[in-house]
């Protein structure tokens, strides 16, 4: 197993620009999420997903998408982005609830740089 | 809404002592409790959890935390450390979303660096 993907690893953007965040897990997974991790602050979670097709805001979602139409992957959009945005996104996977009992596995995280 | 606090940001030790690092929650039910530790550039890895049973639980890596409902506190504890433990740890609690299962929330506190030192 590959484990938790993300792609692309580190990524400069500019003011408004648009972007994705690829995350993919090949461990048949139903539980996702995406957070974000600022110095000082810990991670944050932004969007997690319980299923194909049921997602939900975390803390910090103002800014981003999400969308879930198969089970192994978890893209994050960013639609017009920010300088505040700036940050390491880390996607996680699990196979049941993170929070249920069930071990939630990272992926290595994707460093974006919004100018 | 739940929170963790991890009053700590940095604790240096030599290698070979005794180490705790302190973490305190805040949560209405029976909190579900995680430690993680994130190594430089690496992601985060799970070494233990606690969801009811026994307030004192066990981990990878020779680490253990006991569960004080009466302090709301998860300190992690290891009794001798070793160079390869400095790393980042992280405290968290999960919360309700929306979901028949709850728990779907994790909050994560803001970190405590180790250094060691030999």
């Known amino acids: 197993n590959a484990g938790v993907t993300q792609t692309p690893k580190f990524q400069v953007l500019k003011t408004g620009q648009s972007m994705t965040l690829q995350c993919a897990q090949d461990m048949n997974h139903e539980y996702m999420s995406w957070y974000r991790q600022d110095p000082g602050m810990g991670l944050r979670l932004i969007h997690y997903?319980?299923?194909?097709?049921?997602?939900d805001q975390g803390e910090v979602p103002n800014g981003y998408n999400v969308s879930r139409s198969t089970t192994e992957d978890f893209p994050l959009r960013l639609l017009s982005a920010a300088p505040s945005q700036t940050s390491v996104y880390f996607c996680a996977s699990s196979y049941g609830v993170a929070g249920n009992q069930e071990t939630q596995y990272f992926g290595p995280g994707t460093r974006l740089l919004v100018l | 809404a739940q929170s963790v606090t991890q009053p700590d940001i940095h604790i240096t030790v030599s290698e070979g002592a005794s180490l705790e690092l302190r973490c305190n929650y805040s949560?209405?039910?029976?909190?579900?409790l995680f430690w993680y530790v994130q190594s430089p550039g690496q992601g985060l890895q799970l070494l233990l959890k606690?969801?009811?049973?026994?307030?004192l639980v066990q981990g990878i890596k020779g680490f253990e935390a006991e569960f004080k409902r009466s302090q709301s506190s998860f300190n992690l504890r290891k009794p001798s450390v070793h160079w390869s433990d400095a790393a980042e740890y992280f405290c968290?609690?999960?919360?309700?979303?929306?979901?028949?299962?709850?728990?779907?929330?994790?909050?994560f506190g803001t970190g405590t660096r180790l250094t060691i030192i030999p």
């Open positions: 968290a609690v999960a919360g309700k979303g929306i979901s028949n299962f709850g728990n779907e929330k994790l909050t």
């Open positions: 949560y209405g039910a029976t909190p579900y």
């Open positions: 606690y969801f009811s049973g026994d307030t």
């Open positions: 997903s319980v299923g194909a097709g049921i997602t």
